[in-house]
């Protein structure tokens, strides 16, 4: 059946199975491939994209299902082609990754926690964190990474009166 | 932040040049990072081939069975099916093989049955391959699958390895009676009984090392791609370095070496599991080649909950003798070493060979005797995880220490000082038959006590009392067997374009190689960091590769470039000497340039390149290129060691485990990017402690496995990492000329060691002597239970 979704700003019209997963429709259909399959039940978060802002595992949601949200995929994190945003390039500086797979997925988890919290605690992080599995790292440099681009987006967002704790 | 770096010990007389930045000891970030964050990285599954066609495998669902039957009729006839695929499809190929060259203690040859990449007669476990489906879609080729019908009459299976060995239990093969692949032996059992004999004190310990899911978060995957016209294969797939998988595949398909080849992109996480061929790669490469299009498989998790390789699965009976004042005498290990229902490649290795190498570690211990029976079980294969042995081995020693301490009444910290190596002693000969070249175990011991506040630990302690809990402190010393011999290529290229670009047969699955390497290349070539490309995962452009296993990346690899670059330096003073118009032996290589000695003319490296790409004229017999295709000698093992510190707190009414502090001290030699170094010690720790506190694979009677999800197998998360505090105490190895020790493993190692010694010493208040892991909430608080029950 057809959908319409409206992934990273862009509206776009594809054909899918009813039974498809939102995942795989991402991958197949529109070869954004940042959204990795990691369990497929919905435990490990390596597929996690935005749907509306809200971090969602898109294993456990069918394309048909998402018809109607804004959705966000890493793709679309990137402030201009060549650009990284403050939270991604905060994963480079910490080594906030290693193998890379269920990176992305932190970085928008990450980046869905700033939006309602720009100055959380260590413990915020690791807790906006806990529904992603990262088996190389040990999540130290994740959540340094974390607290790191908040710091600074704190900062950047001080004179224009922003939140800063 | 808790990170404490001291600065590296110079690697070599080019330090001082190297650029400030970008130098050898620098942090420098990881140049493929940008990539990765942006989810651009290429996993293989990312992979869209034009014309490809989708791969399910069909699984037994069956422990062990004979195979009555596989009808395919209704699935061939469902929609998009292009072929179906058994055993009998793939006999003309070789079979999967065991590389360990291991004997049997009276000298006859191990067991190795042959491994086909579908099993046709008898499944021996759940996950045994029986078919695969090849259709247009992912999806087709899923309901397909659903509809083969595999009849088994199922058998009677065992799962643990010590019930294996009984007599009555289920045989998996009709010629390896009793279920043995290897009854392994090491050391002088006369001598080593005598030591025991005349000991003051013998401790004796029960341990298990659990069963493991590798648990990658990058499922496996892979695309096979046969050209029918060049009668030519090629497989795409995660690996831990092309050649050797290369070598395998070769072996399987029974082709020329020059008709196959491997492409590794980014690779999702391996600790082991990605470096061998597996079953399904044979047959989407046989599909392939009866379809003429490429075939791709991907598993799904369930699917590598049975078909990835498992790690650790050891029971072993561990022995310390001691005289009375506490020196060690001998160590003895008694086990079984489950192998799961085949032999995988390096499967036998953990158990036998590499617990020999590592558990002597950084103690003075004269006799060393190691049995172990390498058992058939009706599992899933059994191979190497992150430290294949070397944490294993550290934590029998460990534990033993920590009992032997308790039993004699004597101090821990005490008694571990007493049997350290001292710095006068090395070169070590150890009982394992390693030479130690390297290594100041006491000042390291000395520092981590230091840094951990062990004097402050008895207040600790009793504030945590005052909150109803209970806490331990836990010491694990390590000391590991790294870089097991290979040849190593060290490839430079100057491209083009005018970058430099690596060519080496290690292979980064997340440790990020390009940057330290790029630092080596740079410190020994003055090359610019950014000028310089890492290539790894192509078996054409290898001509040696002993891959990443070992934690021998950084010094095999290290290694190859520092030669090559030397072959680099020869070809350039031969191609300067003309643009200079100067004899060669005249010519310096001093700090990225050629230099006519005792002048100020000169031309750098990247200037010459430049030329040479200009079409500068060269004599026949001359160099013509400043590229190098080398391939190094292997280099010797390295001895990476040190000592971390653990404390946790119990709650006893729950007997819940939290880890509350995490300090170490290691000695990994010099380190190239200690930014990467301390990534590797935190992963390796929180993989420690996920098998100290969580992680179990556990079968019911029937061989099916009960933890077979996220959901029923626990991985350790964000919550569970404490802040690990990382100390780099660098005494470089000799025997390599980057004086390196490899760092990947060594987390699990002291993790293992000091968390589960500080769970005992938190229940030692009810008695309790040693409890296994994992020390789940469920088994701390039975062992609480029946402590308290045993005391009243």
């Not at chain 1, 971090?55 to 394309?63: D, H, I, N, T, Y």
């Not at chain 2, 029923?712 to 000329?737: C, E, L, Q, W």
């Amino acid at each position: 059946m057809k959908v319409e979704l409206t992934v990273n700003g862009e509206s776009r019209l594809t054909e899918v199975e009813p039974r498809k997963s939102l995942l795989d429709c991402l991958r197949d259909n529109f070869n954004l491939n940042g959204a990795h399959a990691g369990c497929e039940h919905g435990v490990c978060g390596a597929c996690t994209v935005l749907v509306d802002g809200q971090p969602v595992r898109s294993c456990l949601m069918f394309a048909v299902q998402a018809d109607g949200y804004a959705i966000t995929t890493i793709e679309g994190l990137t402030p201009a082609p060549g650009e990284l945003s403050v939270i991604q390039d905060a994963f480079c500086e910490t080594h906030g990754m290693q193998c890379g797979y269920c990176t992305p997925a932190m970085v928008l988890t990450a980046h869905a926690l700033l939006q309602r919290n720009a100055a959380p605690t260590r413990e915020e992080i690791v807790e906006s964190i806990s529904g992603n599995i990262c088996r190389c790292t040990g999540y130290g440099q994740i959540v340094e990474a974390i607290a790191l681009a908040a710091d600074r987006l704190s900062r950047a967002n001080a004179p224009q009166g922003g939140a800063v704790r | 932040m808790t990170v404490q770096t001291k600065p590296p010990a110079p690697a070599s007389a080019t330090d001082d040049w190297a650029f400030a930045k970008f130098g050898i000891g620098q942090p420098v970030p990881r140049t493929e990072d940008p990539v990765l964050v942006q989810g651009q990285g290429r996993y293989t599954d990312d992979l869209q081939l034009p014309g490809q066609a989708h791969a399910v495998v069909v699984r037994s669902t069956h422990a062990h069975g004979v195979i009555r039957g596989i009808d395919t009729a209704a699935a061939r006839a469902m929609p998009g099916v292009l072929g179906i695929y058994t055993a009998a499809d793939l006999a003309a190929y070789g079979t999967l093989k065991c590389g360990v060259p291991l004997k049997n203690r009276d000298g006859s040859e191990m067991k190795k049955p042959l491994r086909p990449a579908l099993a046709g007669d008898k499944v021996r476990f759940v996950g045994d391959p029986v078919a695969i489906v090849v259709a247009e879609t992912l999806l087709q080729a899923k309901d397909a699958a659903e509809a083969v019908g595999v009849t088994i009459d199922p058998l009677p299976a065992v799962t643990l390895a010590s019930a294996a060995a009984k007599p009555g239990a289920p045989q998996l093969f009709e010629d390896v009676p009793g279920n043995v692949a290897l009854d392994y032996h090491y050391g002088d059992s006369e001598k080593v009984a005598a030591a025991f004999a005349q000991a003051a004190h013998v401790t004796k310990l029960s341990m298990r090392n659990t069963r493991l899911i590798v648990a990658a978060m990058e499922p496996r995957s892979a695309v096979g791609v046969y050209d029918k016209a060049r009668e030519h294969w090629t497989l795409h797939s995660a690996s831990q370095g092309v050649f050797g998988l290369k070598g395998q595949l070769v072996d399987i398909l029974k082709a020329p070496p020059e008709k196959v080849r491997i492409l590794t992109g980014h690779v999702g996480g391996s600790f082991g599991m990605k470096a061998t061929v597996y079953p399904e790669y044979v047959g989407i490469l046989h599909a392939s080649r009866m379809l003429g299009r490429p075939v791709k498989w991907t598993d799904d998790r369930s699917g590598s909950f049975v078909s990835d390789h498992h790690g650790r699965d050891h029971e072993v009976t561990g022995e310390l003798a001691l005289d009375k004042d506490g020196h060690f005498l001998a160590v003895r290990l008694t086990s079984f070493a489950n192998m799961g229902a085949f032999l995988a490649t390096v499967g036998p290795l953990a158990g036998t060979l590499n617990a020999v190498k590592n558990v002597a570690s950084v103690y003075r211990t004269p006799l060393l005797e190691v049995s172990a029976k390498c058992m058939f079980t009706n599992t899933t294969h059994v191979s190497a995880y992150r430290g294949a042995g070397r944490p294993e081995g550290n934590y029998y020693m460990e534990r033993l220490i920590d009992a032997a301490a308790t039993e004699m009444g004597l101090d821990r910290l005490a008694l571990r000082r007493k049997n350290h190596i001292r710095p006068s002693q090395i070169p070590y000969s150890a009982s394992s038959g390693m030479t130690y070249d390297s290594g100041d175990f006491p000042a390291i011991f000395k520092e981590a006590i230091d840094k951990a506040d062990i004097k402050g630990f008895a207040a600790r302690k009793r504030d945590s009392r005052k909150r109803g809990k209970l806490r331990g402190l836990g010491i694990g010393c390590y000391l590991e067997v790294t870089a097991p011999p290979n040849k190593e290529m060290g490839g430079i290229r100057f491209e083009p374009n005018g970058d430099v670009t690596i060519i080496t047969g290690t292979l980064d699955y997340g440790q990020g190689h390009a940057a330290p390497f790029a630092q080596v290349l740079s410190a020994q070539l003055g090359i610019p960091f950014h000028r310089i490309r890492l290539l790894q995962g192509d078996s054409d452009e290898l001509i040696a590769g002993g891959g990443t296993g070992g934690s021998r990346s950084i010094t095999a690899s290290g290694a190859a470039i520092v030669e090559a670059s030397a072959k680099v330096i020869e070809q350039g003073k031969a191609i300067a000497s003309h643009v200079l118009e100067a004899s060669a032996s005249d010519i310096e290589f001093d700090k990225g340039r050629f230099v006519i000695a005792g002048t100020d003319r000169a031309i750098g490296i990247m200037e010459l390149a430049e030329k040479i790409r200009g079409g500068l004229q060269l004599p026949a017999g001359e160099p013509q290129s400043l590229d190098v295709k080398h391939a190094s000698e292997s280099v010797p093992s390295a001895f990476p060691n040190g000592c971390h510190v653990a404390e946790v707190e119990i709650d006893p009414d729950t007997g819940v485990v939290e880890v509350v502090t995490y300090s170490s001290v290691n000695d990994f030699g010099n380190l190239i990017n200690p930014l990467l170094v301390e990534g590797q010690v935190h992963g390796g720790v929180l993989q420690g402690i996920g098998q100290a506190l969580m992680e179990n694979v556990c079968y019911d009677s029937d061989g099916q496995i009960l933890s077979g999800s996220f959901m029923d197998y626990a991985m350790p998360r964000a919550h569970h990492a404490p802040p690990i505090g990382f100390v780099s105490h660098p005494v470089p190895a000799k025997t390599n000329p980057l004086g390196t020790k490899g760092c990947g493993e060594a987390g699990c190692a002291g993790a293992l060691t000091s968390v589960m010694n500080a769970i005992v010493d938190a229940l030692s208040v009810y008695g309790i002597r040693h409890i296994d892991m994992p020390a789940s909430p469920a088994r701390v608080w039975t062992a609480i239970q029946a402590a308290k029950q045993g005391a009243a």
